[in-house]
């Protein structure tokens, strides 16, 4: 007789971390992976022995085989998913599938970079291009870098709804805002819309404090089956819902440059979660460029098409805001140190447990956010994922 399907398994975040953010000089990107990974096992309270699924990308040559290796794991499930920034939300939705299938127990996801040290030591220069093969070959000879790439969607934004300099100037100054009350944050001075008006143009109409800053840093993340829930040290936070899709790799072949990949995978996510955007209470979203906040809290249906100009005005987005978006202070303030997307995902986590310290959101009624959303970007508007998180391990609309 065919057996009865088993329902498949609820999945919680049960363990976080970052390891040592912002300027280090003495670390190898190798031992912020063990460093985070480290805290994150800590902070579930889970035995190392319950690992038997690892995901990891951007380093080594043969990812995440060699990052398991030092750090003593031999996981029978693994993922080297590399997608840009969107990598960690679109690894998030695998490791959740691959768990809520019986395919794997618990699933660390780790990453670690050196970015900025490399440069301050001369081991590496900054990328003019990805690369000159494939498709890339017919867009590489005009010599426009990924900055210059967003630099252009966000001018077509601005042609075709009035976007204005200044409200993407506040995106930057609401991510510094948070990051004023965050001591992990790189820069946490305050900063005006004037002040980024002025600063020095990167590629137009950027300047640069409209761009991310280059920090080093880590992270860490362990997602654990239902089952191993009462054994954790902390509350869990669950996956309720995720997305991920790919759009488009040459500027060629983007159809709208005012619409993100977040439209699609953030509309699954919701979907699945069984929630919608007015349900969210706090977002955390890749803003590698300040644009990319505007156009993304677009996509994943906060404000309609075209408004996410007076969307960010006002503090809306801010730690007072009617959204908090990038609560720790982002890409723009907080830190950067390459494909962040695995640190929107710490922050939601933390925001959720209440463990946020001083730039800690509450709702309404005085607890921790109950619902969040982090959402990844990768490429030039390339790819996206997009998870849903919450306290409870189910949602009711």
């Not at 305050?190 to 137009?204: N, R």
């Not at 997305?243 to 993100?260: A, I, L, N, P, Q």
């Not at 955390?284 to 460029?289: G, N, S």
Request: proline share 6%; charged share 20%; net charge negative.
């Amino acid at each position: 007789m065919p057996s009865t399907p088993r329902a498949p398994r609820k999945v919680a975040i049960v363990g976080i971390s970052l390891s040592d953010c912002g300027r280090i000089d003495g670390l190898t990107p190798y031992a912020l992976h063990a460093q985070a990974a480290r805290r994150a096992l800590a902070d579930s309270g889970l035995d190392r022995s319950v690992i038997d699924g690892f995901g990891s990308a951007g380093l080594g040559t043969l990812a995440p085989v060699e990052v398991a290796e030092y750090l003593g794991l031999k996981p029978r499930w693994v993922d080297s998913t590399a997608v840009g920034g969107a990598t960690w939300e679109v690894m998030a939705a695998h490791a959740a599938d691959a768990i809520a299938a019986g395919h794997a127990n618990a699933v660390l996801l780790v990453y670690g970079s050196t970015a900025r040290a490399d440069i301050k030591a001369r081991r590496r220069t900054s990328n003019l291009s990805f690369g000159g093969r494939g498709p890339l070959q017919f867009e590489v000879p005009y010599g426009h870098t990924l900055i210059a790439k967003y630099a252009m969607a966000a001018r077509r934004h601005m042609h075709q709804y009035g976007t204005t300099l200044e409200q993407l100037a506040s995106v930057a100054v609401q991510a510094r805002a948070n990051a004023a009350a965050n001591p992990d944050a790189m820069f946490r001075d305050p900063i005006t819309v004037d002040e980024v008006l002025d600063g020095p143009m990167i590629a137009d109409p950027f300047t640069k404090l409209h761009c991310c800053i280059r920090s080093d840093g880590g992270c860490a993340v362990l997602l654990a089956a239902e089952e191993y829930v009462p054994d954790t040290a902390k509350d869990p936070v669950w996956i309720l819902g995720t997305g991920e899709y790919v759009s488009h790799t040459t500027m060629s072949e983007w159809e709208d440059f005012t619409v993100s990949p977040a439209a699609v995978s953030g509309r699954l996510a919701f979907e699945r979660a069984g929630v919608t955007p007015a349900d969210i209470d706090i977002a955390e979203i890749y803003d590698a460029f300040t644009y990319m906040t505007l156009v993304t809290l677009e996509d994943l249906g906060f404000c309609a098409k075209g408004e996410g100009g007076p969307f960010v005005e006002k503090g809306r987005i801010g730690p007072a805001g009617e959204l908090p978006v990038n609560t720790d202070g982002g890409g723009l303030s907080a830190c950067h140190p390459g494909m962040r997307g695995l640190f929107l995902l710490v922050e939601a986590v933390r925001q959720v447990r209440g463990e946020a310290g001083g730039h800690q959101v509450h709702r309404r009624d005085g607890g921790p956010p109950r619902l969040a959303v982090a959402s990844g970007t990768g490429g030039w508007f390339c790819s996206s994922g997009t998870v849903v998180l919450g306290r409870e391990s189910t949602t009711r609309r």
